[in-house]
């Protein structure tokens, strides 16, 4: 069912077929959606995408630069909200907090016998990464695509080796990236402004020598860059490294229902949807009593929507005990007699 179909059958059941009720209601139904998503790792929602580090071409808008490759710093796609894993085409690979880098010997991150990395951290999103800080001369600027939008203010959020610095600036003066009269930025955290009539772009120059490189943009109308999530390889590639291909398993972001004709990713929901959607337009009517009946019933639908989706055979895990064969019988377990 569609965003629109479901909000007139909720609003038929609840008697508020006013065009207030109806928007409120659609409201209702998207943001209860986006709850349902974002609380379990549901099948619909997971999928894999292969990338490779060093990046030796990285396109226009990505900040996926060749030398934060060659550091072992990945950018996923704006579309993806958590990593899960990653694995080389040939083994596994671990994953590991960051703060076991201080306490460990760096030999456990090494393997000889394999090509590429054989560990990863997942870090906080960011915008983007600056692999060489304190480079004297500005390293990365906004450009707005519409001159008209030169007088808008922007608010960016980063950090440098040393400090965090929150500036807020015109996009023709926009200068707090480091530089001369700044420390050098390490990290961009979130860039905000208001919709723009244009694109915004985010320039690098890593030499700070006119070379600039588009690693950003945020589109017309919107609010922000997205900030992505960010994976660290170990042991990182280095200068010159051969691209090694590498596959993640990642949750996507909702799709959210923000137009009449949307449809809920997660086949099946829409009983669920509709229940809470009829509980929050009683409770809108101040008709809380009533609204308890449809709450109870979606708590209960969202239950059986969470065993349906584990009770599927393909999610069925079965435990197989590893025996190690110590006297050539295949049940001889040290002397003991079978099962």
């Given at each position: 069912m569609t965003l629109a179909e479901m909000a007139d059958f909720v609003c038929g059941k609840v008697r508020q077929g006013d065009d207030a009720a109806v928007a409120a209601c659609k409201s209702y139904l998207a943001a209860r959606y986006k709850m349902?998503?974002?609380?379990?790792?549901?099948?619909?929602?997971?999928?894999?995408?292969?990338?490779?580090?060093?990046?030796?071409?990285?396109?226009?808008?990505?900040?996926?630069?060749?030398?934060?490759?060659?550091?072992?710093?990945?950018?996923?796609?704006?579309?993806?909200?958590?990593?899960?894993?990653?694995?080389?085409?040939?083994?596994?690979?671990?994953?590991?907090?960051?703060?076991?880098?201080?306490?460990?010997?760096?030999?456990?991150?090494?393997?000889?016998?394999?090509?590429?990395?054989?560990?990863f951290s997942i870090l906080s999103p960011a915008v983007f990464w600056n692999p060489a800080p304190n480079i004297t001369g500005q390293q990365l600027r906004l450009t707005a695509f519409d001159p008209a939008d030169n007088t808008l203010e922007v608010v960016s959020k980063w950090t440098s080796d040393t400090d965090d610095a929150r500036r807020t600036a015109a996009v023709a003066t926009q200068h707090s990236f480091g530089g001369s009269e700044d420390r050098s930025f390490r990290l961009v955290e979130s860039i905000t402004h208001p919709p723009f009539a244009g694109d915004l772009m985010l320039e690098y120059d890593e030499a700070a020598n006119g070379s600039w490189l588009i690693v950003g943009r945020s589109l017309a109308g919107s609010t922000g860059?997205?900030?992505?999530?960010?994976?660290?390889?170990?042991?990182?590639?280095?200068?010159?490294?051969?691209?090694?291909?590498?596959?993640?398993?990642?949750?996507?972001?909702?799709?959210?229902?923000?137009?009449?004709?949307?449809?809920?990713?997660?086949?099946?929901?829409?009983?669920?949807?509709?229940?809470?959607?009829q509980a929050d337009m009683l409770q809108r009517a101040r008709q809380y009593g009533k609204a308890q009946l449809p709450a109870a019933e979606a708590v209960a639908l969202l239950e059986q929507f969470k065993r349906v989706e584990v009770a599927q055979q393909a999610d069925r895990m079965r435990i197989t005990p590893q025996v190690t064969e110590v006297s050539g019988e295949m049940y001889d377990w040290g002397g003991k007699s079978n099962w």
């Open positions: 349902i998503y974002a609380d379990q790792l549901w099948k619909a929602s997971l999928y894999t995408l292969t990338f490779t580090l060093p990046v030796s071409a990285p396109g226009d808008y990505e900040p996926n630069i060749e030398s934060a490759g060659e550091a072992g710093m990945y950018f996923m796609p704006d579309v993806v909200d958590r990593v899960l894993g990653i694995r080389r085409a040939e083994s596994e690979m671990s994953v590991v907090d960051e703060m076991e880098l201080f306490r460990g010997s760096f030999d456990d991150y090494t393997d000889e016998d394999a090509t590429g990395a054989v560990r860059f997205v900030p992505r999530q960010r994976v660290r390889l170990y042991p990182k590639p280095g200068a010159g490294a051969a691209a090694v291909s590498y596959t993640a398993l990642v949750k996507r972001k909702c799709l959210e229902l923000d137009s009449d004709n949307a449809v809920p990713q997660l086949a099946g929901i829409e009983n669920c949807l509709m229940a809470f959607a």
